[in-house]
């Protein structure tokens, strides 16, 4: 057995989940490569006995080489949740529908298998953001997220009234059903839903997206990674929701400030594939090009 540990994350409300932690175990097992799961998850998986169970939590993964997850957007959100703070570099395989994050299907699970045996795979990094919450002044919360974080009404039948800020100035005031302030990475998800733009990964930017705002200027803002993006909900309108990567949530009672910056620790992802992000675009969401030519040739 090698000192090599791979942290193994499943969405156990899956069946094609449990049905290929089964080959991964094995070849991984077979390679000498240990396996960490979490002791929650470890009775609906189905676990062999030399399988390292863990309590969850943000140093869950720490020593070792690979947090590898199975299943959708939220699963992979989750893996990052147990990845970033230890600095472990996640790789995902798709079992839901898009799945930006992922760099397999299901179908390549023998190909990861190997590529995983043979330390084949690059690591690239992800930019956060950090956030936080003050009230009357006082930091009241701080969270982070490498998708998005969300400002929205807590309650169906009235919009939320905020005050948009970039860099400490006022940019502008609206109803809406709630602003999305996220990363590139995040561009793609619930900033993509509410119209905003795609924003190639190794871009360093924050996006600022209003959803549904009731203004004739409310449309998506792209800044600097340097700059900070606030929030404001104003004194005299409903209560507030936080979201963060739409896992975890506060409350915003009117007048809180939501502050919104780069992060100060990244997600590091590991790639299986080369490809370029418009391929990867193109695949996940269908996109039409029949018909391209390429460049003329030269």
Same mark, same amino acid.
């Given at each position: 057995m090698s000192d090599r540990?791979?942290?193994?994350?499943?969405?156990?409300?899956?069946e094609e989940a449990l049905q290929s932690v089964e080959c991964l175990v094995e070849g991984l097992s077979a390679a000498g490569i240990r396996i960490r799961v979490l002791a929650e998850e470890a009775p609906d998986m189905g676990y062999p006995a030399q399988v390292e169970m863990v309590a969850g939590g943000p140093g869950a993964a720490k020593g070792c080489e690979l947090v590898l997850v199975l299943g959708g957007d939220g699963t992979l959100l989750r893996g990052a949740e147990l990845s970033r703070e230890s600095g472990v570099p996640m790789l995902g395989v798709n079992l839901?529908?898009?799945?930006?994050?992922?760099?397999a299907e299901r179908d390549d699970l023998q190909k990861v298998v190997e590529r995983v045996v043979d330390s084949d795979?690059?690591?690239?990094?992800?930019?956060?953001?950090?956030?936080v919450v003050r009230t009357d002044g006082r930091v009241v919360h701080t969270d982070w997220a490498l998708?998005?974080?969300?400002?929205?009404k807590a309650s169906r039948e009235r919009m939320i009234e905020v005050v948009t800020e970039v860099d400490g100035r006022p940019v502008s005031t609206f109803g809406c059903d709630g602003v999305v302030c996220a990363t590139p990475t995040g561009s793609t998800a619930y900033a993509f839903s509410a119209g905003g733009p795609v924003v190639w990964p190794e871009v360093e930017a924050l996006l600022m *997206?209003?959803?549904? &705002?009731?203004?004739?200027?409310?449309?998506? /803002?792209?800044?600097?990674?340097?700059?900070?993006?606030?929030?404001?909900?104003?004194a005299k309108t409903p209560n507030g929701v936080l979201w963060c990567d739409g896992r975890r949530t506060v409350e915003l009672p009117a007048g809180a400030r939501?502050? *919104?910056?780069?992060? &100060?620790?990244?997600?590091?992802?590991?790639? /299986?594939?080369r490809a370029p992000f418009t391929d990867r675009l193109v695949a996940k969401f269908a996109l039409p090009v029949t018909g391209w030519r390429g460049a003329a040739q030269r």
């Open positions: 540990t791979v942290f193994l994350l499943a969405h156990t409300g899956r839901g529908r898009v799945g930006f994050l992922a760099e795979y690059a690591v690239e990094e992800r930019m956060t953001l950090d956030v998708n998005e974080a969300s400002v929205e *997206v209003p959803i549904s &705002a009731h203004a004739l200027f409310a449309k998506p /803002l792209v800044t600097s990674p340097h700059s900070v993006l606030a929030v404001e909900v104003q939501v502050e *919104v910056r780069r992060g &100060a620790i990244p997600v590091r992802l590991a790639r /299986l594939h």
